[in-house]
């Protein structure tokens, strides 16, 4: 198979954004009068966002009376600091350096509201830049449906079954598999303690993003030569 795209999900996968996030539960637990978490609690719910990171540190459910207040409070926080620890993983730069060598595209599609991402995105300053960013409130659906998914691939100009999507929940794998698109886990981001991700149906489960550029690399000579041949 040869593929032209990469897909990635944001937090847990692209980037390292957990500390920020968890300062800003802490931060919010802390006003609340309430002990702060360690960051090894905090981890493995960082890709789930607003709601898991209340879940975790207030017992509150979205249906909750309090969740709406609570979850402004949290995304403010996290907002006032949301790059000062985030950074990519290790390994993701030259990955993606590899990738837009062999002529591939890449790009992100996250359930993070647009105002959260693009001023993450800015202050990480990926290059090359992605090729398109799909954030929670771009299409009709966030994740697990696969509208955001398929936004993704029309705006890059792809297949489905061309791009390959990686992320580190059930949601992002489910997604990936009712859009038509190969799917792996990003065994390095935050998964979770009570699941198991062999169970998810992805092709792979990856240890790092380095592992990731070498499960890729026969699909990259693939599309390098292809690009070079004149057939990319």
């Given at each position: ?77 996290y907002?006032a ?7 990519l ?56 449906h ?19 999507y ?20 990003a ?38 030569t ?7």
């Amino acid at each position: 198979m040869r593929y032209r795209a990469l897909l990635l999900d944001l937090d847990g996968t692209l980037a390292d954004t957990a500390a920020d996030l968890g300062a800003a539960l802490n931060a919010l637990l802390l006003e609340e009068g309430r002990a702060a978490l360690p960051p090894e609690r905090i981890r493995p719910v960082a890709s789930d966002g607003a709601r898991g990171l209340l879940s975790l540190g207030f017992a509150v459910s979205h249906e909750d009376a309090r969740f709406a207040g609570l979850r402004e409070r949290l995304l403010d926080a996290y907002m006032a600091r949301i790059a000062a620890e985030t950074r990519l993983f290790d390994g993701m730069q030259t990955l993606l350096a590899r990738v837009a060598e062999a002529g591939m595209h890449w790009g992100i599609v996250t359930n993070k509201p647009t105002w959260l991402t693009e001023p993450l995105m800015s202050a990480l300053a990926v290059e090359p830049p992605a090729a398109c960013v799909v954030c929670g409130d771009t299409a009709e659906h966030a994740k697990p449906h696969p509208a955001p998914l398929l936004h993704a691939a029309r705006a890059i100009g792809c297949a489905p079954q061309e791009c390959l999507y990686v992320g580190d929940a059930a949601r992002d794998i489910e997604a990936a598999i009712a859009a038509g698109m190969p799917a792996l886990v990003a065994g390095w981001g935050y998964l979770p303690e009570d699941d198991d991700p062999g169970r998810w149906g992805a092709q792979a489960i990856l240890a790092s993003p380095e592992a990731l550029r070498q499960w890729l690399s026969p699909h990259l000579a693939m599309s390098r030569t292809d690009t070079v041949s004149g057939h990319g």
